[in-house]
C-alpha cells in the first residue's frame, strides 16, 4: 500500500511523492501516521471517557520540565558534595574531611543526608506524570531538606574539645555548598510537578484536548 500523506491543519490526504505541500493551505505534509489525534477524535474519546487527562499521562523518561530535571541534578550534585570537604583539621595536625569520613567515624547520623540525596534520585526518575510528581512533594521535600538540618546542627552545635589534646578546625567549602544545595533542592521540590490550572507547556510531550476554537482547555 502507498504510503499516505496528510496535511496537519486541514488533514487532507496525499498520495507519496505527489505534491510537498497540501493546495489549499501551503502547509509541508507528513506521514498520516505521525500526525496527532485530531480534535474531532480527541472530543469522541472524551465523550467516550476514554481520554487521559494530560496530568496523568505519561511523560517521557527525559523530561525534564515541571522541577524533575533541576530536582534530579541537585539530588547528585548533593550526593557528590557529601564526598567534598566539610571540616579542614590544622592542629594537631593537617587534615581534610569529607561528609562522608564524619559519618563513617562518630557522626553517624550524617549519613540520613546522604541516603536522602540517594533515595531521592529514582524517586523523581519514576514519576512519570505531572499528578505522581506532585504527589511525592511532600517525601522529596523532606529527603532534599535532610542535609540542610545536618549541616546546620554542625555550624550550630560546635563539638566538645578534649581537654588534653585542642582541636583547631574550620568548616570547609563542601559544607556550605551540601547546607546550599540542599535549601534549593527544597524550594524545587515543595513545587514539583507544578501547577494543574496551566498545562499548555505539555502540549508536545502528551495529548492536550482542545476546544471548538483550537485552544487547549487548560
Known sequence: MAKLLACPFCRELFADGETAECEHCGVALVPMDKLPPSRE???EAAARGEL?????QDLPWAY???GRGPLLLLAALGLALFFAPWVSITSPSDTLLTGFDLAHARAGWLWGGAVGWFLLLPLVVTRRSVIQLRGVRVI??????MTL????MM?????SQNPYVRTMYEYAWGLYASGVVSAIATVVAVRLGGRLDDLRDLSRVV???ETSEGQPLH
Open 149 to 152: 538540618g545536618e549541616t546546620s
Open 41 to 43: 477524535a480527541l472530543a
Open 64 to 66: 525534564w520540565g515541571r
Open 207 to 209: 495529548t492536550l484536548p
Open 52 to 56: 487521559t487527562p494530560p496530568e496523568y
Open 155 to 159: 555550624l550550630i552545635l560546635r563539638p
Open 140 to 145: 522529596a521535600a523532606t529527603f532534599a531538606l
